[in-house]
């Protein structure tokens, strides 16, 4: 059984690598990989695409839109990788923008794209479909913060004379996602929390939350200090700006509070 299941994750980190050579040598020419989603909300909402004149929809666009939109998303995750490849094979051989899964606002300032039928075959494209089912997944882990359980944060904690901040969420939570993606993402918000937090994300639905802590929404925030102070609890999704507030008030408290 260990043998099958590291065979299966050889298999597929040579796939999405052929995938991403595919990628690169079919797609990139219009299709930028990976654009911040703050940054593409300001492009599109705020300045009509004049920001960053994009010629297509980015990939991690492409990539979330189509999990969200195209099959069920919640269920066998290997139908649902068949699903978006079929969905995306379809389209790239028979272009039509009323088909896209990207929002109207974003489509509207880009061409029909022209058939790739004949150009690439059905192979290349099961490839580029698994490269890109994973990429959104991907690049948010790459980029974001890197959280810890909540022995070694109090043990680090301790030792670098930092606050330990506990994200309580669940894995179906929607803002919990929307803030993983567009906050957590975020280089300034990332840099915040590395310098003075030890950062730890709990599925309240897995997991029981320390020192008996309780929260009634997710996300929730909850900042204690190394010798397991609870400095704050604050609940809710919080935009990039007020989130580093947030960060600035818990540090703040903390050092009053000693």
């Known amino acids: 059984m260990k043998f099958l299941k590291l065979l299966l994750i050889l298999t597929l ?11 690169e040598k079919h797609c990139a020419a219009c299709h930028t990989p990976f654009i911040p989603m703050l940054k593409l909300k300001e492009n599109f909402l705020d300045h009509n695409n004049t920001l960053l004149k ?25 139908m649902h990788r068949m699903e978006v490849t ?17 929002m109207e606002e974003v489509m509207m300032h880009f061409k029909t794209m022209p058939s790739l039928k004949g150009k690439v075959s059905e192979e290349a494209l099961e490839s580029i479909g ?12 790459s980029n974001s913060v890197k959280y810890e359980g909540f022995t070694t944060a109090l043990r680090r904690a ?12 669940t894995s179906t939570c929607h803002f919990c996602r929307k803030m993983e993606r567009e906050v957590m993402i975020e280089k300034e918000v990332v840099a915040a929390i590395e310098k003075d937090f030890i950062p730890v994300a709990i599925d309240i639905y897995k997991h029981t939350l320390p020192l008996g802590i309780k929260v009634d929404v997710t996300p929730s925030f909850i900042f204690i200090d190394r010798e397991q102070n609870i400095i704050l609890n604050v609940p809710g999704a919080w935009g990039k700006e007020d989130f580093l507030d947030l960060l600035k008030e818990a540090k703040s408290k903390s050092k009053k509070e000693k």
């Open 54 to 78: 994009l010629k297509a929809p980015t990939l991690n666009q492409l990539s979330y839109r189509l999990k969200q939109r195209i099959g069920d998303p919640k269920g066998d995750e290997d």
């Open 13 to 23: 980190g040579l796939w999405a690598n052929e995938g991403k050579a595919l990628f």
């Open 158 to 169: 301790k030792k670098e004379n930092k606050l330990i901040m506990i994200e309580a969420m």
């Open 86 to 102: 079929a969905f995306m094979s379809d389209y790239v051989y028979h272009p039509d923008k009323s088909k896209s899964v990207c």
């Open 130 to 141: 698994e490269y890109l089912y994973d990429f959104d997944e991907e690049v948010v882990k």
